[in-house]
C-alpha cells in the first residue's frame, strides 16, 4: 500500500472526491481511484486534467493494458478512473466520444494486440452470464453479518490470524461473485462456476484455486451446516512443474556478504538450518539450543515439530541478538509491557509465560502492537517483507542472476547437504517433508535423478 501513503494535491482533487462520490465511490475504492487518477496524470506530467488530450489517454490505456501483470479489475478501475477524470472534472468535450465500453473490455470485439481486455473476452468458454465477475461495488445486503461469523468460526476453531485473513478474503470475494449476502442458497454449481473462473479469467495459479475452495467450503460446511456435492467437473488450473532456484555455495557467499544486521543473521540461520520464513520469524529465545547445537521449530508447516542444525558461524552473533531481545524486554517491563503471544494451551497453563525472556521472539519487531484477538499491546516478532526485500535487494547487488528470495536459502540447503553426501532420508528429516518424493526433486537440481550424468558435448 505504498502508493496509498502517498500524498495527492492539486486543484483537482477536491472536485474529483466530489465526482466520485456522484458515482456511488467511496471508502477504501474512492482511495483507489484517486491514486489511480493522480498516477494517471504524473505518467503523463500534467498538474491538472485540463490539458490531457484524447490521444495521451488512449495510448495510456493502451501500454497499460499490455501489462500481464495487471489483473483485469484493476484495468477496469483504471479505465472508470480516468473516465470520471475527463468527464466529470475536466469536461472534455472529446472525452464524450471515447468508447469506455471498448477500454472496460464488453461489448466490442478487442484487439488482440490488447493483452488483459484479449484475456477477458476470448479465453472462457464457460458462461458466466449473471456473475458479478470484477467482485467488487456495494457489498450486497446481509454479506457484513455472514463474514462476521465466518471470522468468529475460524477463531473459535484455532486457526491463525493468516489463516482468518485469508478465508474471510475468499468467502467475500466468493459472495460478491454471486451478488449473495450469505451462502444459504447457493449451490454446488455456484462454487464450481467461481472456481472455473478463478481459472479462466483470473489465471490463478492451482494453490491459489485451491485456497479458495478450501475457505468456501469451510463457510459452508463448518459455518453453515451445508453439505457440498463433488466438485470434479470445475476447471482445474494447470500445475506448473518448476524446478527449485538453488544457488551455488559461492554465490550464497556474495549473497550473506551483502546482508547485514538482524536480516544477515535470519538469512545465515535459514540457509545454515533449512528454515522456512516464518519458521524463523517465529522462533522464541528459548528454542536456540547452544548446549546441543540445535533449533528447535515448533508447529512447522502441518503443525510439526523438528530439530535443525545450528550454524556454528552464527552461535555469537546469536548469542548477541538474545541479549539484545533481553535488554528489550526489560525496556518494556519497565513500561509496563512486556507480553508476547504464547499458544493458548501455553497461556492456559502457565500464566505468566507471556512475560518471559525465553518465551519472547528471537527476531521481534521494532515497535510494540494491538494484537487483533486480544485487544492487548504486544510486541510481535518481525516483519517478513523486511527480509524479504533485503534478501532480493542482496542478490541485485551481488550481481547474481536468478530469482533470489528467502526460500531459495531453503532450497539451497538442501542441494548443498545432498551435495555433501547427506542421505536423502536424513534431509527429509531435516526440511520437515511427510514425503520423500518432496525431497527427491533436489536430486534433479542437482542432474543426479539417480545417477550421475554428463553431457555428450563434453565428449566430443
Known amino acids: 500500500m505504498k502508493n496509498q501513503r502517498r500524498k495527492i494535491s492539486g486543484l483537482w482533487v477536491s472536485g474529483y472526491a466530489v465526482a466520485l462520490n456522484n458515482n456511488g465511490i467511496s471508502g477504501k475504492y474512492a482511495e483507489w481511484y484517486m491514486i489511480r487518477a493522480d498516477n494517471f496524470l504524473r505518467h503523463a506530467g500534467w498538474s491538472d486534467p485540463g490539458g490531457v488530450t484524447r490521444e495521451v489517454t488512449e495510448k495510456y490505456l493502451g501500454d497499460l493494458g499490455r501489462q500481464q501483470s495487471l489483473e483485469i479489475w484493476q484495468f477496469r478501475q483504471v479505465v472508470d478512473a480516468i473516465r470520471i477524470l475527463v468527464c466529470d472534472v475536466a469536461g472534455h468535450g472529446w472525452a464524450a466520444e471515447v468508447d469506455w465500453n471498448f477500454w472496460r473490455g464488453t461489448k466490442k470485439e478487442v484487439d488482440g494486440e490488447h493483452a488483459t481486455l484479449y484475456r477477458e473476452t476470448h479465453v472462457s468458454k464457460v458462461d458466466f452470464s449473471g456473475y458479478n465477475l470484477d467482485e467488487r461495488g456495494e457489498p450486497p445486503e446481509g454479506m457484513e453479518a455472514s463474514l462476521e461469523r465466518i471470522r468468529q468460526k475460524v477463531r473459535q476453531s484455532g486457526y491463525s490470524v493468516r489463516t482468518e485473513q485469508t478465508y474471510v478474503l475468499w468467502c467475500e470475494k466468493f459472495l460478491r461473485f454471486n451478488a449473495a449476502g450469505s451462502p444459504e442458497h447457493l449451490k454446488e454449481e455456484q462454487v464450481r462456476a467461481y472456481l472455473s473462473y478463478l481459472a479462466?479469467?483470473?489465471?490463478?495459479?492451482?494453490?491459489?484455486?485451491?485456497?479458495?475452495?478450501?475457505?468456501?467450503?469451510?463457510?459452508?460446511?463448518?459455518?453453515?451446516?451445508?453439505?457440498?456435492?463433488?466438485?470434479s467437473d470445475f476447471v482445474k488450473s494447470k500445475r506448473p512443474k518448476r524446478l527449485p532456484v538453488v544457488l551455488s555455495v559461492s554465490e550464497v557467499r556474495a549473497l550473506m556478504d551483502h546482508l547485514k544486521g538482524a536480516q544477515g543473521l535470519m538469512a545465515g540461520v535459514m540457509y545454515g538450518g533449512g528454515l522456512r520464513l516464518m519458521e524463523c520469524l517465529r522462533l522464541r529465545v528459548q528454542d536456540v539450543d547452544f548446549g546441543y547445537g540445535q533449533i528447535v521449530i515448533r508447529d512447522g508447516k502441518g503443525g510439526k515439530d523438528r530439530l535443525a542444525p545450528l550454524p556454528k558461524r552464527y552461535v555469537p552473533e546469536l548469542r548477541k541478538q538474545v541479549e539484545l531481545v533481553r535488554k528489550l524486554h526489560e525496556k518494556d517491563l519497565a513500561m509496563g509491557f512486556g507480553e508476547v503471544y504464547v499458544p493458548p494451551s501455553v497461556a492456559n497453563k502457565q500464566r505468566k509465560a507471556a512475560r518471559e525472556l525465553k518465551w519472547q521472539y528471537l527476531f521481534p519487531s521494532s515497535k510494540l502492537s494491538v494484537d487483533e484477538k486480544s485487544g492487548k499491546t504486544r510486541r510481535h516478532h518481525a516483519h517478513e517483507s523486511a527480509v524479504q526485500k533485503a534478501v532480493k535487494r542482496a542478490g541485485a547487488e551481488a550481481g547474481i542472476m536468478k530469482r533470489v528470495s528467502c526460500h531459495t536459502l531453503r532450497h539451497s540447503f538442501a542441494t548443498h547437504l545432498l551435495e555433501g553426501g547427506a542421505d536423502i532420508r536424513t534431509v527429509q528429516e531435516l526440511l520437515g517433508h511427510s514425503d520423500v518424493s518432496t525431497t527427491m526433486i533436489y536430486t534433479h537440481v542437482m542432474n543426479r535423478p539417480g545417477l550421475s550424468v554428463n553431457s555428450p558435448a563434453d565428449l566430443l
Do not use: C, D, P, W
Not at 223 to 229: F, M, P, Q, R
Open 200 to 231: 479462466l479469467k483470473r489465471n490463478a495459479a492451482v494453490s491459489t484455486q485451491r485456497q479458495a475452495l478450501n475457505s468456501i467450503v469451510f463457510m459452508f460446511r463448518q459455518v453453515y451446516g451445508i453439505e457440498l456435492g463433488s466438485f
